[in-house]
C-alpha cells in the first residue's frame, strides 16, 4: 500500500517537474511582432507629425486664431474659447506615444543598426513635435519623457529648456542626415519633392527661435532654410480612403458643418476686402476662389480648393520659412523685403491676379508680414504661436472676452495618471515665452 | 471435582479456539437493484475492516469473511443494506432505490459522484427531467429558473441564439465570463465569438449538445467546490454527466423515442403609430427619414398622386412605383410590413436513443435532429444534427474501459440585427406607417431611362438604387449570414481496480469544432453601394489528459478516510482566419461567394493563432468522522503557459451533519452546517507580457484618420506597454450555509451565504502619455460578490396517486467594483452614448451615459422654457444588475398526469431603452401620436408658446415648473434617443414570467403492454408564455450585446419567443 503511495506521488512529482517543459515558451505571440526595423517605425512619427499639423491642434489653432469658426456643438464651444482637459487628451496622446516615442525608438535602432542617416531624420522629427508641445502648451516634459521604466511619471521641463533641447536635437541631427532628401526614407507619409532633410532642419530651427523671440538666430538659420517651394515638407493626400487630407475629411466625411464660417472669421473677412488688409492685394480675390466654397459657407473642399481630398498639406514650408526670414530681418535691421516680396511673387505666379511687392517698413512691414503669414498658412499652427507672441497683432479676438487663448490645456490622461503633474494652467495665461 | 473443572476448561478453550480461529470463507453472490437487474460497481465491506471489494458487470461479487461477520451492501442512491454472514456461502441482495430523491447525488469537480448529504458545498442539482420536459432547445436556456445562483439570459430569439450563464456574479473584466463546462469529467468550450452591438446573434457552443443525452448537471457555484480545476473555474463549473446504456422492463435493450413540434411567436413587440405619415412639421415629404408627417386621416384619400414622367422603379413583383407628388392614400401599412418579416416559427425536434446492457458492456446509441425555422422569415434558420456513442464495457474483473463519443453539426443562417442600418429591426421599426415595404427590389429606371438593375428600395429611398436604411425585405432575403460547424467531441476513460479500494482513472478528452462563417451583403444593400463579403472560419482543439489515483479507507467505525491524487494536461488551440472583400468588381453575384471579386487593396485577409497549456497536480482528502463530521481538504498546483510561475489553490471546507446525533424525530429528519473557504483563479489573456509591434496609422476621435495601409505600412510599437508581471487574478471566497430536511424528508431547504473576492483582477491601466505609452494591461482591479442563495423543495402531498410537490429558489448578489486603481472607468460594451461599464465603487456593469442637470438639491435643473438641461459630463445612470432573482415551481402529478409549472422573476434590474428613444425621435412609437389639447397656453422645448384650445401631436409634460408642451420640439430635441440625455431611457426593466407550464401523460402499463411498447408519454409545453414587466416594446430578458460581460442595453435588438410545445415520447 505505502509502496503505491510513494511511487504515486514520485510519479506525480516527476511529471510536475517536467511539465514546465509542456506549457514553457508558449506565451510568444503568433500575431504580432515583438521588434522592428527603424526604417519601418520612421513612417508611424511622419503620421504623427503629420497629424499634429493638420488634425484636431490643427483646428483648434484655426478656431482660436479665427481663420475658421466653429459652428455645430463641441465646436461652438470652442468658438467661445471654452475648452476642458479632456479635449486634449487624444492629441496629446498622438504626440508622446505615437510621436515622440516611437522617434525615440527609431533612433536606438539606427544607432544599433549604424544608420546616421536614419538617427538624424528621427532625431528632427521629434524637434519637430517637441517644439511644437513646448509651443502649444508651455512647460512640458522632454528630458523624462518617453522612458516608462525609469520614469514612469516624467517630470516637466521650462518651456525654454525644452526649446533649448529641440535646438540642440536640430543641430546634431543636421549633421547626421547630410543632404539626403526626405524622400530617401521612403517614408511614403511626405509629398516626394526635392525636400532635403538639412534644409527642412534649418527651417525649423528658425521657428523656434522666431517663437523663442530669438530673432537674430531665426534670421541666421531661415537663410539656410528651405530655399524653394519644391523644398517643402508636406503631407501626402490623395482620394484613397484613409489617405485624404484630413480638414477634407473633418468637413466633408465626418462632422459635416462643425468648422465653417458661420461667424464671419477674419482669414475671411481679410480675404474678401470687407476688413482691409495692411497691405493692399488685389490678387486675394482670385485667392478666395481657392480657399472658399461658392456660396462662402466653408472652406473649399472641392477639387483644387486648399483642403480637397487630394490636397497636400505644408508641414514645414517656403513661405513660412521666408517670412519667418522677413520677419526677423524686420525686427534686426535687416533686408525684409526681399524674402517678403519674393513671397508675394510666389503668390501671383500661383493665383494669378496682382499681388503687389510692399516697400514698407518698421512696424507697418511687420505687420504686413504677420497678416500675409496668416492668410498664407491656412490652418497652420504657426499662426497660433505668432497671435500669442505679438500680443495679437491682428485683431483674431472674438466674442465677449479680453484675451485670446495663450495655450492648449494639459490633458485630462496626464492629471489623472502622471504623479509629477505640475497643475492645471489657465486657457488664457501666456506661456513663459511670451510673458 | 477437579476433573469436571478441567473438563470444563478445557471444553471451554476449544470453544474459544474454535471461535477464534474460526475459517474463513469465500462469500459470492448477486447483488441486484428494486428491478431486479444486476448492479455494477456496487461495494461491499466487511464491517470493521478494510476489507472490501465491488461488483462486477453482472452483479456479481466474491470476498473473503467469516461466519458472524457482517458484510455491508451499498450503492448510491439505493439503500444500504447490511447481512451477517451465515452459514450458507452465498448471500445475495437486493438493494431497493433510495426513498429519498435522486437529487440526493450531485457530480463533484471531478464528475464522481457524491451524495449530496455528505456534499460540503453550495452545488445544486438541476432536475434534468424538467430540463428535458422544458423543451428548450439548448441546454443552456433549459436551465434557468431551475436552481439559485445562476442568472440565464438569451441573447435574442433568434433560431440558434446563444445566451450567457452567470453563477452568482461577474469576477473579471478582461478575463473569459463563462463557467466552466466539465462534460463526463473532460472540460469542453463554451466559446462564443462576435458579440457586439451589430452584427448577427452568435450562439454558444454548449448548446450544440443534445439536451436528451444528459442525464445530470450538476451546478458547482463555489470556490471550494471547482477549486480541483484551477484556473478556468472561476466562474463555477456545470458539471455535465451524459446517459450511459441500459435495458429496461427486464429485456437488456431499451429503445426511447422523443418527438416534438413547437411553435414559436414573438412575445413582446413595439407598436407603431398608425395615424400620421412620413415626413416632418405635419408634412408629408417623400423619403424623409421622420414619421412627424401629416394626418393620415385628413388625406383627400384615393390613389396618390404620382410623377410619371421621368425616373421609375421596377419591382420584381412587375409593380411599376412612381415618385409621389401628392399623397392622398389614407392606407397604413404597418401590418403588411409586420407580416413581409415575421411568421410563426416551427421547431421539429427528433431524437431515437437506443441502449443495451451486455453481459460484460452497455452502450448507448443516440441520434437527434433539431430543424428551427424561426420567427423571421427569410434566411433564418438553425438546424442540429447529433450523433453519440458511449461505451461502456469491463475488460477483465478489475478494468473498465468507457468511451463517449458525440458528434453535432450545426447549420444556420442568421439575420444582421441590432445598430445596424442592415440590421432588421433598425430598417423595420423607423419605416413610416404609410410606406409599404412589400417590393424592395428591382430595376431602377433613371429620368433618361437608363436603367439599373438589382436596385433596392426602401422607406428612405423610394425610387432608387440605395436606400439610407434597409427594407426589412432586403435583409431577410438578399443578405445572407451562413454559419456551418462541426463539432467532435470524445471521451476514452480508463478505471483500474488496483486493490480493492484503490482505483486509477486515466481520462483523455478531444472537443475539436470548426466553425465557418460568413456574411453578405449583396451591392446597393444601405451603406454598401458596392457590396461586401467576409468569410472566418474558426477551429478550436481543447485536448485534456488527467489521471488520478483514488481510494477510501474505513479506519474503525468512525472514521472513514478517502484521497484523490492526480494529474492534469490540457491544451487549447484556437485560430481564426478569412477575409473580407469589398466594393465587388462584379455585383451580380448569384449564389457565388468567393474572393478575387475585388481590387487588390480592398480585399484584406486576416489570421489570429492562439495556444495555450495548462499543467496541473491536485489532491483532494475528505474525511468523515463519528458518521456527523466532514472534513474536505483539496490543494491545485498549476503551471499556467500564460504565467512565468506555479501557482497553488487551495480549499478547505468543514460539515457537521447534526441531525446524526440528535434523536429521531419527526421535525428534522436532516440538518447539516457547512462552511468552506476556497481559491480558484482565472489566467491573464495570452501574449500580453511582451511590447508588440505592428501596422500603424493615427487618428483623431472625430473620425478623421492617415491610415498605415495607404502610406507604405510603417510598423508602430504598440502603446499598450507589456507587462511581463503579469499573474492570475485570484479569487477567494467563503461560504457557509445549512442544509435541511423536515417533517421526514418531505421538505428539503438548503441556504448559502457567499463572500467573494477578486483580487489582481487584470485592467488596462492609464499611463501618462508622456511616458511614452498609454496603458497597460495590469492586475489592479479589485471586485467583490456577496451574496445569499436559498433552494426549497416541498413534497405538499405524496398519497398514492396523487403527488403534489412545490419548489422554490431565491439568490441575491451583490457585484461590486472594489477598485480600479484610479482609473475611473472601463468599457465593455455598448456605445460612445450609453455604455456598460465596470466604474469604481459601483455595481459591475453599470450603465455610463449622459445625464440630465441637477441642482445641489439633486432636482432637475431645468431651463427658461420648464424643460430639463443636458449635464455636460456623462456619469452613471443605472443598474443592469437585478436585487434579488427567483424562481418558483410546482409539480402535480396523478395516475399518469404530471401538470408543472415554473415562474421566475428578476426585480430592481435596469436597462437603457435606447429602441424607444430613437423611436421617440422618428415619430414611431405610439406615445408620439397622441393628439393633445392645450388647457392652457403651453410652451414647447423650443420656447414657441401653443395657445390654450390648440391640438397639438404630443404630451402634456411636467418637470416640477408646471406644464409644458411635449411635442415635436421635445422628441427631436432632449427626448430624442440620438441625443447625449441618455438618463431620460434608463428604465425599470424588472420582470415576472411564466417561464414553463406543461401538462404530460403516461399512458397505463397495461395498455402499453397491448400495443407492444414499454412506456407512452405525450405533452404539451408552453415557454414564456406569460410575461409581467414594465419594460415595453422587447422582452428585458434579452441582452443585444450577447454573451459579453457589457448588459443593460436595448437597441433594436432581435425580439424574444414565447413557444408552444406537443412531446411524444415512446419507450420500447
Redesign the interface.
Given at each position: 500500500m505505502k509502496k503505491i503511495i510513494y511511487s504515486a506521488l514520485a510519479v506525480s512529482g516527476l511529471l510536475l517537474g517536467s511539465c514546465s517543459d509542456y506549457t514553457d515558451g508558449l506565451n510568444v505571440d503568433p500575431n504580432n511582432f515583438t521588434d522592428s526595423p527603424g526604417n519601418l517605425v520612421l513612417g508611424q512619427v511622419g503620421l504623427s507629425v503629420a497629424s499634429l499639423s493638420e488634425s484636431q491642434p490643427s483646428r483648434y489653432a484655426a478656431i482660436f486664431t479665427d481663420q475658421f469658426s466653429g459652428c455645430d456643438r463641441q465646436y461652438e464651444q470652442y468658438e467661445a474659447y471654452v475648452v476642458t482637459a479632456q479635449d486634449f487628451d487624444d492629441s496629446w496622446d498622438d504626440i508622446y506615444a505615437d510621436g515622440i516615442a516611437q522617434a525615440k525608438f527609431v533612433r536606438e535602432k539606427a544607432i544599433e543598426e549604424g544608420d546616421a542617416q536614419l538617427e538624424g531624420a528621427a532625431m528632427i522629427l521629434e524637434a519637430l513635435l517637441f517644439g511644437e508641445t513646448a509651443a502649444l502648451y508651455g512647460n512640458v516634459p522632454f528630458s523624462e519623457a518617453g522612458d516608462p521604466f525609469e520614469f514612469p511619471n516624467p517630470s516637466y521641463d521650462s518651456q525654454t529648456e525644452v526649446l533649448n533641447g529641440v535646438q540642440a536635437m536640430l543641430s546634431e541631427g543636421i549633421n547626421k542626415v547630410g543632404s539626403s532628401q526626405v524622400l530617401l526614407n521612403a517614408v511614403g507619409v511626405f509629398a516626394t519633392n526635392d525636400a532635403t532633410w538639412a534644409e527642412v532642419a534649418h527651417s525649423l530651427k528658425a521657428r523656434y527661435y522666431l517663437i523663442a523671440g530669438d530673432y537674430p538666430n531665426a534670421l541666421a538659420e531661415a537663410q539656410l532654410g528651405i530655399s524653394s517651394p519644391t523644398g517643402n515638407l508636406e503631407a501626402f493626400h490623395t482620394e484613397t480612403n484613409g489617405q485624404e487630407n484630413s480638414y477634407y475629411q473633418f468637413i466633408v466625411e465626418q462632422r459635416a458643418g462643425y468648422l465653417a464660417l458661420c461667424n464671419n472669421p477674419l482669414l475671411l473677412r481679410l480675404m474678401n476686402g470687407t476688413t482691409p488688409r495692411a497691405l493692399a492685394t488685389p490678387g486675394d480675390a482670385e485667392r478666395l476662389a481657392v480657399y472658399f466654397n461658392d456660396d462662402f459657407t466653408e472652406p473649399n473642399t472641392a477639387a483644387g480648393g486648399i483642403f480637397a481630398a487630394d490636397a497636400n498639406f505644408p508641414i514645414v514650408s517656403w513661405i513660412e520659412t521666408k517670412l519667418i526670414q522677413a520677419e526677423a530681418a524686420a525686427r534686426t535691421g535687416g533686408d525684409a523685403l526681399t524674402p517678403f516680396n519674393e513671397v508675394r511673387a510666389y503668390l501671383e505666379a500661383t493665383y494669378g491676379g496682382s499681388f503687389p511687392a510692399s516697400s514698407s517698413s518698421g512696424q507697418q512691414l511687420i505687420t504686413e508680414i504677420l497678416e500675409e503669414k496668416y492668410m498664407s498658412l491656412p490652418g497652420s499652427l504657426q499662426v497660433f504661436h505668432d497671435m500669442r507672441r505679438t500680443d495679437d497683432i491682428l485683431g483674431t479676438l472674438k466674442g465677449s472676452g479680453s484675451s485670446i487663448p495663450q495655450r492648449f490645456l494639459y490633458p485630462q490622461v496626464e492629471i489623472n495618471a502622471n504623479e509629477n503633474f505640475p497643475g492645471l494652467e489657465d486657457l488664457f495665461t501666456p506661456t513663459p515665452v511670451n510673458q | 471435582m477437579k476433573t469436571k473443572l478441567n473438563g470444563f476448561l478445557a471444553l471451554l478453550l476449544v470453544l474459544v479456539a474454535q471461535i477464534s480461529f474460526a475459517q474463513t470463507k469465500t462469500i459470492t453472490g448477486t447483488v441486484t437493484d428494486q428491478d431486479a437487474l444486476p448492479l455494477p460497481g456496487a461495494s461491499v465491506l466487511v464491517k470493521g475492516t478494510s476489507n472490501g471489494t465491488q461488483t462486477d458487470f453482472d452483479g456479481n461479487y466474491s470476498i473473503q469473511a467469516s461466519e458472524g461477520q457482517v458484510l455491508v451492501f451499498s450503492y448510491v442512491g439505493q439503500e444500504t443494506q447490511e447481512i451477517t454472514v451465515g452459514a450458507s456461502s452465498t448471500i445475495n441482495v437486493q438493494l431497493l432505490q433510495s426513498a429519498q430523491e435522486l437529487g440526493e447525488v450531485v457530480l463533484t469537480a471531478l464528475g464522481l459522484e457524491k451524495k449530496k448529504d455528505e456534499d460540503l458545498s453550495s452545488s445544486t442539482l438541476v432536475d434534468t427531467e424538467a430540463l428535458q420536459k422544458s423543451g428548450e432547445t439548448g441546454v443552456i436556456q433549459g436551465l434557468a429558473g431551475k436552481t439559485s445562483g445562476i442568472q440565464i439570459t438569451r441573447n435574442s430569439g433568434d433560431p440558434g441564439a446563444g445566451a450567457y450563464i452567470q453563477i452568482r456574479g461577474q469576477n473579471t473584466i478582461t478575463g473569459s465570463a463563462s463557467p466552466l463546462i466539465v462534460l463526463d469529467g473532460v472540460a469542453i468550450s463554451n466559446t462564443s465569438v462576435g458579440s457586439g452591438v451589430g452584427g448577427v446573434v452568435q450562439q454558444s457552443r454548449l448548446n450544440d449538445i443534445n439536451p436528451e443525452d444528459i442525464e445530470s448537471v450538476t451546478v458547482l457555484k463555489g470556490a471550494a467546490a471547482a477549486a480541483v480545476w484551477g484556473t478556468g473555474a472561476a466562474n463555477g463549473v456545470l458539471v455535465i454527466k451524459t446517459k450511459r446504456g441500459r435495458g429496461a422492463g427486464g429485456s437488456r435493450m431499451s429503445v426511447n423515442v422523443r418527438s416534438s413540434v413547437a411553435f414559436d411567436e414573438i412575445n413582446v413587440e413595439w407598436d407603431k403609430q398608425d395615424k400620421f405619415g412620413q415626413g416632418l412639421s405635419g408634412a408629408w415629404a417623400e423619403d424623409f427619414a421622420l414619421s412627424w408627417g401629416d394626418k393620415i386621416a385628413d388625406r383627400p384619400g384615393g390613389a396618390d398622386v404620382f410623377d410619371t414622367s421621368g425616373e421609375y422603379f421596377e419591382a420584381d413583383s412587375g409593380n411599376l412605383i412612381y415618385p409621389i407628388t401628392e399623397k392622398r392614400s389614407r392606407e397604413v401599412f404597418n401590418d403588411v410590413n409586420r407580416d413581409q418579416v415575421f411568421q410563426t416559427g416551427v421547431t421539429l425536434d427528433n431524437s431515437v436513443s437506443i441502449g443495451f446492457s451486455g453481459d460484460n458492456s452497455n452502450t448507448l446509441l443516440s441520434l437527434s435532429n433539431l430543424d428551427q425555422e424561426g420567427i423571421i422569415r427569410g434566411q433564418s434558420s438553425y438546424n442540429r444534427k447529433t450523433f453519440r456513442l458511449n461505451h461502456e464495457v469491463n475488460l477483465t474483473e478489475k478494468l473498465t474501459a468507457r468511451i463517449n463519443t458525440n458528434y453535432s453539426t450545426i447549420k444556420s443562417q442568421r439575420i444582421q440585427q441590432g445598430s445596424n442600418i442592415n440590421g432588421l429591426y433598425l430598417g423595420y421599426l423607423r419605416t413610416a406607417p404609410d410606406f409599404n415595404n412589400t417590393d424592395y427590389k428591382g430595376t431602377y429606371y433613371d429620368a433618361n431611362g437608363v436603367a439599373f438593375p438589382n436596385a433596392h428600395r426602401a422607406y428612405r429611398g423610394s425610387v432608387g438604387t440605395i436606400p439610407v436604411y434597409n427594407n426589412p425585405g432586403w435583409t431577410i432575403n438578399e443578405q445572407t449570414n451562413p454559419n456551418r460547424v462541426e463539432r467532435f467531441i470524445i471521451n476514452p476513460e480508463i478505471q483500474w481496480q488496483?486493490?480493492d479500494n484503490?482505483i486509477f482513472t486515466g481520462r483523455y478528452g478531444l472537443d475539436y469544432y470548426t466553425d465557418v462563417r460568413e456574411t453578405y451583403f449583396p451591392a446597393n444593400s444601405s451603406g454598401i453601394p458596392d457590396g461586401n463579403y467576409a468569410r472566418t472560419e474558426i477551429a478550436e482543439k481543447n485536448s485534456t489528459w488527467n489521471f488520478f489515483?483514488s481510494s477510501n479507507y474505513d479506519l474503525g467505525e468512525a472514521f472513514n478516510l478517502s484521497w484523490i491524487?492526480?494529474?492534469q494536461?490540457e491544451e487549447s488551440d484556437y485560430h481564426s482566419i478569412g477575409g473580407t472583400s469589398n466594393n465587388f468588381t462584379n455585383p451580380f453575384l448569384g449564389d457565388l461567394r468567393l474572393f478575387g471579386n475585388a481590387d487588390a487593396?480592398n480585399e484584406l485577409p486576416f ?9 496541473g497536480?491536485y489532491a483532494v482528502i475528505n474525511a468523515e468522522l463519528f458518521n456527523q463530521l466532514f472534513v474536505e481538504l483539496t490543494g491545485r498546483?498549476e503551471?499556467?503557459?500564460?504565467v512565468e510561475d506555479n501557482v497553488f489553490y487551495p480549499s478547505a471546507s468543514l460539515g457537521w451533519a447534526f441531525s446524526n446525533i440528535i434523536p429521531e424525530n419527526n421535525f428534522l429528519s436532516f440538518g447539516k452546517l457547512r462552511a468552506s473557504y476556497g481559491e480558484i483563479g482565472i489566467e491573464p489573456q495570452?501574449?500580453a ?6 501596422p ?24 499598450t506597454?507589456?507587462n511581463p508581471d503579469l499573474t492570475i487574478e485570484r479569487i477567494k471566497e467563503f461560504e457557509v450555509g445549512a442544509d435541511f430536511r423536515f417533517f421526514n424528508n418531505y421538505m428539503t431547504l438548503g441556504f448559502t451565504y457567499y463572500d467573494r473576492v477578486t483580487e489582481d483582477a487584470i485592467l488596462p491601466l ?9 496603458n497597460v494591461l495590469a492586475n489592479a482591479a479589485e471586485i467583490s460578490n456577496k451574496g445569499i442563495e436559498i433552494d426549497a423543495n416541498v413534497n405538499i402531498f405524496n398519497q398514492g396517486d396523487f403527488k403534489w410537490s412545490v419548489n422554490a429558489n431565491f439568490s441575491r448578489n451583490r457585484n461590486i467594483v472594489e477598485s480600479l486603481s484610479?482609473?475611473?472607468s472601463v468599457f465593455l460594451n455598448g456605445f460612445t452614448g450609453a455604455s456598460s461599464r465596470v466604474v469604481e465603487g459601483e455595481p459591475f456593469g453599470a450603465l455610463w451615459g449622459g445625464r440630465l442637470l441637477r441642482d445641489a438639491e439633486g432636482n432637475l435643473d431645468l431651463d427658461a422654457n420648464g424643460f430639463p438641461q443636458l449635464d455636460p459630463e456623462a456619469g452613471l445612470i443605472g443598474d443592469p444588475n437585478p436585487d434579488w432573482r427567483g424562481g418558483l415551481g410546482t409539480t402535480i402529478s396523478w395516475k399518469g398526469l404530471t401538470l408543472s409549472a415554473l415562474f421566475e422573476t428578476f426585480q430592481g434590474n435596469e436597462m437603457w431603452a435606447g429602441t424607444k428613444g430613437v423611436l421617440n425621435y422618428f415619430g414611431i412609437s405610439p406615445e408620439t401620436a397622441n393628439e393633445t389639447t392645450a388647457p392652457t397656453d403651453l410652451v414647447n422645448a423650443s420656447g414657441t408658446v401653443i395657445p390654450a384650445g390648440t391640438t397639438f401631436r404630443g404630451n402634456i409634460g411636467d418637470f416640477g415648473a408646471g406644464p409644458v408642451a411635449l411635442d415635436q420640439s421635445w422628441y427631436l430635441g432632449l427626448a430624442s434617443g440620438f441625443a447625449s440625455s441618455h438618463e431620460l431611457y434608463i428604465e425599470d426593466a424588472s420582470w415576472t414570467r411564466l417561464r414553463e407550464l406543461s401538462l404530460f401523460y403516461s399512458l397505463p402499463t397495461n395498455m402499453m403492454e397491448s400495443i407492444g411498447f414499454r412506456s407512452a408519454e405525450i405533452g404539451v409545453t408552453g415557454r414564456n408564455l406569460v410575461l409581467w414587466t414594465d419594460f415595453e416594446g422587447v422582452d428585458p430578458d434579452l441582452n443585444l450585446t450577447g454573451a459579453s460581460k457589457g448588459r443593460g442595453l436595448d437597441y433594436f435588438t432581435n425580439p424574444g419567443t414565447r413557444s408552444y410545445l406537443f412531446t411524444l415520447r415512446l419507450g420500447l
Open positions: - | 488496483i486493490t484503490m489515483l491524487l492526480g494529474t494536461f487593396a489570421l489570429f493563432k492562439q495556444k495555450t497549456r495548462k499543467n497536480a498546483y503551471r499556467p503557459s500564460t495570452p501574449y507580457t511582451r511590447t508588440t509591434f505592428g500603424g496609422g493615427v487618428g483623431s476621435s472625430w473620425g478623421d484618420f492617415l491610415a498605415a495601409g495607404t502610406y507604405g505600412n510603417p510598423f508602430t510599437r504598440s502603446t506597454l507589456g492609464d499611463l501618462a502619455p508622456s511616458s511614452g505609452f498609454s484610479g482609473v475611473q
